[in-house]
């Protein structure tokens, strides 16, 4: 794929409305290649950078008040959907958004839409990946289940042969058979050559694949750290992920006063 | 038994008419969720156009010019007054193409003389004859000439890239937007199709009649026709042109028998009669789907 190419937002700040703050100031960066998690509560502006990265803040009246997105050097803040995507960046929503009344060749059809010429090889390397697309591939999305139809957002998205994915909670509502599933596919793109930025609320499956991991809260980054370490370490795990014994979330705020206490204990 | 296949053909005819501005309500409807009010001015530009075109270019050369050229005209339309406006509300737009179609009439309309203004058609008021009934070779013409344009549509729509985009961004638009598909050609392609089949549907229009200043009075029809078939259907227009054309028709035909003592005839009342009756039955249309609505 030629020399290697970061993906990166530097000191993002997104508002909504013109009122609503949802980035302040947020840097983060996707190597070529790489697989890197994106963790945070809900609210914490996850979906805005996957967002400022794929130009669809547009349309959710969102604009970059300030800092950049870019692709390698270039800055690409000011591209459309369409352009991005030709660039080989693809977002795969949120909650997976199928065309249900599309069949399921259609949709990857439709993900098609900026390689035309590829379709072929791309529809083979989407079968290759998801045998059981190619099963229902004349059935209507719509009667997929959960599972298949995050399965068919994310082949959709790979129709164009991606350098870079981006994938907005993929294990949302999916039991853990299937979100296993999932992970394994998601690692398999990545070792196919597409860099991965994946979002998700469940951290410890995030973090088993990822190279790198971001914590977000209320439009900050608040961690940056190799997933490993995130994952091993027993602190983050409980205050920053919410993975505690207790499995209550709890804020950054709430963990300086904690780390305090913890040191004034010991 | 001959009156009444005579009143029935007439209305295919009619309805046929109907179905081709009926695709390009829906059409627009699909991609923008607005109804489009601008219609009636681009069949009736459509017609005038093609009316100039004739004596130059014969006619049929000049259904093909007049059809592109009105297409054009509709995406300029769209690029300069609608698409500023996307992201306003719906009700908003759809005020905007009532304006659209008063100025688009006003300057066709200055184009229509004192001397009787004719697409030319080679049909006329000639009929043939099949079994023992008088058809109207118009009337033929413009049921084949939709049948084959919805036939066009439909693999355009199945089979092309961009007619499949078009779909997908009719279904999801956030969602079509993140393959990719750009929202915004979407949009100037859906007024340009609709430019297009108002035109060709005004040619039919006017065949065998001069137009005059309240020929676009014709496509207010196509109201009651979206209604009826649903406003999201393109299957839907095709039945519930034909439905219409056929039941005005038919009313219009008995219109004496069924009330003597009225002298209006009743058979430009019968689509919104219609409508009302199939809204009261199916709340969506014939095939319109419940989720029209969306935030
Ligand atoms: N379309 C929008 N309009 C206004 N505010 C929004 C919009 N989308 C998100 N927000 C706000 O921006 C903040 C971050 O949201 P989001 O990026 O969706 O977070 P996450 O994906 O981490 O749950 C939230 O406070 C949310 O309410
Ligand atoms: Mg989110």
Known sequence: ?266 | MTGFLTAFSGGLGQGAIYVLLALGFVIIYKSMKVVSFAQPAFMMAGAILVSYLTPRFGFWLAVVLGTLGIALVALAVERVAIRPMVGKAVFVIAIITIGVDIVVRVVAGAFVGTDPLLVGDPWGLDTVLIGDVQVQQRHIAALIAMVVVVVALMLFFRLSSTGLAMRAAALDQEAAMAQGVSVGAVFALSWALAGGLAALAGVFAAAGNPIDQTFWVVALAALPVIIVGGLDSLGGAVVAGLLVGVVEALVRAYHSDLFPNLSTNTGTLAPYVLMMVVLLVRPHGLFGTKEVERV
């Open chain 1, 1 to 266: 794929m030629g020399i290697p190419v970061v993906l990166s937002v530097k000191n993002l700040e997104v508002v909504y409305d013109d009122v609503v703050l949802a980035a302040r100031g947020v840097s983060l960066e996707v190597p070529d290649g790489k697989i890197v998690a994106l963790l945070g509560a809900n609210g914490s502006g996850k979906t805005t950078v996957l967002r400022a990265l794929s130009g669809m803040l547009d349309i959710h009246e969102g604009s970059i008040r300030k800092g950049a997105v870019y692709l390698g050097d270039e800055d690409v803040s000011a591209l459309s959907p369409t352009a991005l995507a030709k660039r080989g960046v693809r977002h795969v929503l949120e909650g997976r958004r199928v065309f249900k009344e599309l069949s399921v060749e259609e949709n990857l059809r439709v993900g098609a839409h900026v390689a035309r010429k590829d379709l072929k090889t791309n529809l083979a390397r989407v079968y290759d990946l998801f045998p059981r697309l190619q099963e229902r591939r004349s059935g209507q999305a719509g009667y997929l289940s959960g599972g298949e139809q995050q399965m068919l957002a994310i082949g959709r998205s790979m129709m164009s042969d991606p350098r870079f994915l981006l994938l907005d909670e993929p294990s949302l509502g999916l039991a853990p058979l299937v979100v296993a599933q999932i992970r394994d596919i998601i690692v398999e793109i990545n070792a196919q050559g597409t860099g991965v930025l994946l979002v998700e609320q469940n951290a410890t499956m995030a973090l088993q694949i990822a190279h790198h991991g971001y914590v977000a809260e209320t439009g900050r980054i608040v961690m940056d750290r190799p997933a490993a370490q995130l994952l091993a370490d027993d602190d983050i795990r409980e205050f920053y992920l919410g993975l505690g014994a207790e499995g209550d979330r709890t804020s950054y705020r709430d963990l300086k006063h904690y780390r305090r206490r913890k040191r004034w204990a010991s």
